[in-house]
């Protein structure tokens, strides 16, 4: 399924992510996002309640040859097994435990809803997240999240390792 490129809005027609469609389900899809030159740019796992897909646009089209020429460059585009399965907010979430990786999760799309942090505990009901506030790149707060809530998940996206490379640097 990776070869769809699509393009994810909100409900109010706003742009929020675009990238190669990975897996898809009756509730979530999960996209290899891209940014805006179109290099591999982490994952998005999203509640399909909350969005609208878009698969045509000359945007996309452009987006999908500028993707041809970073092919060969591995950044936001992990090996990891946990990638190509059918996955939920929990594998996701495990996973960047596992590996220390910092996460934006939130309850819906709102910009200032989203927590940046890393993974510190995590069982079937409720993730606990050390926040990194991303003015700074320090310790912000901790904060515990019911995983059934959690509509919205990114994972090794160019934002979150410089937010990671950050925090290490400062402690």
């Known amino acids: 399924m990776e070869d769809k490129l699509i393009e994810i809005y909100d409900k109010n027609n706003n742009s929020i992510s675009f990238g ?6 009756n509730k979530n899809i999960l996209i290899n996002n ?3 030159q179109g290099r591999y740019d982490g994952y998005l796992l999203v509640d399909k309640s909350l969005i609208e897909q878009k698969e045509t646009s000359e945007f996309l089209n452009k987006l999908k040859i500028y993707n041809s ?8 585009k992990s090996d990891s097994e946990v990638f190509k399965n059918d996955l939920s907010f929990l594998d996701i979430l495990s996973y ?3 590996n220390n990786k910092i996460v934006s999760l ?3 799309l709102l910009y200032y809803n989203i927590i940046k942090g890393y993974v510190e505990k995590i069982n079937n009901e409720k993730v606990y997240i050390r926040a990194i506030d991303i003015n700074n790149g320090k310790y912000f707060d901790d904060f515990e999240m019911e995983i059934v809530n959690i509509k919205y998940l990114e994972v090794e996206t160019i934002d979150n390792i ?3 490379y950050a925090y290490n640097e400062i402690y």
Request: no cysteine; net charge negative.
């Open 162 to 164: 410089l937010l990671d």
């Open 20 to 25: 190669y469609k990975i897996f898809e389900d």
């Open 34 to 36: 891209l940014d805006d």
């Open 69 to 76: 020429y970073w092919k060969s460059i591995n950044i936001g």
């Open 106 to 108: 939130g309850e819906d």
């Open 96 to 98: 960047a435990k596992d």
